[in-house]
């Protein structure tokens, strides 16, 4: 990848006068000029013809204007409930730092592997339960089933079973973990 600011220094190590460039790369040479002195403002065709002749690939991507509340991404969070925080409060600190931000950089790290298998099924079905509700394709890692061997009813009331059994979302259902449908709801 070379970015605008390395044109000139990438020209320069391959030898080639501004000229041959522009020649070579049949790239206007004011045009090119501009982007060499770093005040030029290409076009996606001038880009392409570039990283063809540098022999480089040309990636395009957006980024976010904002910056994403890194402490609360699924990696940090299951970091803190390996470490020894209760899950409740780390989970849902990611539920709500997810629907103020509705930020997809907070759901897509895999879970820490110190993280137990149970509370990583949990966490996906949390996460995947999260994208529905944004209308977002759930990360990979969230996607794949994590079907728990005993059925985990979170709630752990033998009243409540009845009700978890009917009312669990299939995001929850398919790992075996079974909640209220309230259960991603703040008091």
Known sequence: MIPLSQIKAFQESRSVSERELAKSTKINRMTLRGLILGTGNPTL??????????????????????????????????MRVAAGESWKIAFFDLVDAFRKNQDYRLVMLRPTKKL??????????????LCKETKLTPPPWAMQVQFQENPWFVSGMESLKASALQESPLSFRKNNIFVLKNFLNRA
């Open 45 to 78: 065709k001038v880009m392409e013809k570039l990283a063809n002749y540098f022999d480089c690939k040309l990636r395009i991507s957006f980024e976010p204007k904002t910056d994403c509340p890194t402490e609360m991404s699924t990696a940090a969070v299951s």
């Open 116 to 129: 137990d298998p149970r509370l990583k099924a949990l966490l996906a079905s949390i996460v995947c339960e």
